[in-house]
């Protein structure tokens, strides 16, 4: 009697370490995903990544597994710099079918953000800035993608690209910042152009970039008198005059500039290279 007690205390206790074990079996994204916060609150990233990744293996349809895989992507953006492997997970998130739409948009954004700020792949981000307006964002988002559009294009030194899409903003979205903004980019592309590298100076003086420059900045000042843009067109104005050798124009607006203008270093160093062009075109 006592042997057979013994041996049904035996089968008992395999049945509970079996069961205990099944469990555990079933639970493991869940443990992982506990492990992985925890990383993550004490600041051991790379380890939280790990065990974000593995949940996402185990639970690659289910709902943990989409939020450990956007929790995963989003450690590597912020805290890691993994920049590739942040749009591959933020990529593979949003077209996941377990993906919140909040945060699906969310991913998007994220990815936009990666390729324009953070690696400054500016080609990149045309083709996902353009992907995300074809999906008709609001009206506010759609703005600021247009003006990355052309940013982009800028930074590229495409600044026919560029113009043209400020332009379209400017139209697009007329009494809002992005506006504004849009003019004072404009005349600022139409500038950078007359320093590009292969231009030569005499082209530009003659009527070229500098001229367009310096009617887009007069624009803006008429248009915005109380922009937020207002003391940057001013400045460029006077450098507008000073490559247009209109010497004195120039003098007297970075003179009028003291004491408004950020860099107040900068409008004393013009004021005294302009003082000594002045000085040798008199000798």
């Known amino acids: 009697m006592r042997f057979l007690r013994s041996n049904l ?10 069961f205990t074990a099944s469990a555990c079996t079933a639970n493991h994204p869940k443990r992982h995903y506990v492990l992985a916060e925890k990383f993550w609150n004490d600041g051991n990233y790379i380890s939280a990544v790990t065990e974000f990744d593995k949940v996402v293996q185990k639970d690659p349809k289910g709902k943990l597994g989409s939020q450990a895989l956007y929790r995963s992507a989003h450690t590597e953006v912020m805290f890691l710099n993994r920049y590739s492997e942040a749009v591959k997970k933020f990529s593979a998130y949003s077209t996941s079918a377990q993906a919140d739409p909040v945060l699906a948009w969310e991913a998007q954004k994220q990815i936009g953000d990666i390729y324009f700020v953070k690696t400054e792949q500016y080609d ?14 609001a009206p506010e988002e759609a703005a600021e993608y247009a003006y990355k559009i052309a940013k982009s294009h800028f930074y590229l030194w495409q600044f026919d690209e560029a113009l043209l899409c400020y332009k379209q903003l400017y139209q697009g979205y007329p009494g809002t910042p992005w506006a504004e903004k849009a003019l004072y980019e404009i005349a600022l592309t139409h500038y950078t152009r007359g320093d590009q590298k292969g ?15 310096l009617s887009a900045y007069e624009t803006y000042l008429k248009t915005y008198p109380h922009g937020t843009f207002f003391v940057q067109a001013q400045f460029g104005v006077a450098s507008c005059y000073e490559e247009l050798e209109r010497l004195d124009d120039a003098y007297r607006d970075y003179e009028a500039l003291k004491g408004t203008y950020p860099a107040p270093k900068v409008i004393l160093i013009k004021l005294a290279r302009i003082k000594e062009r002045l000085h040798q075109k008199k000798r």
Do not use: D, F
């Open 9 to 18: 205390a035996e089968c008992v206790l395999i049945l509970v370490v079996l």
């Open 124 to 137: 990149q981000a045309i083709q996902h800035y353009q992907g995300l307006l074809r999906l008709k964002p």
């Open 199 to 213: 231009e030569s100076a005499t082209a530009s003086r003659s009527g070229g970039a500098y001229h367009e420059a």
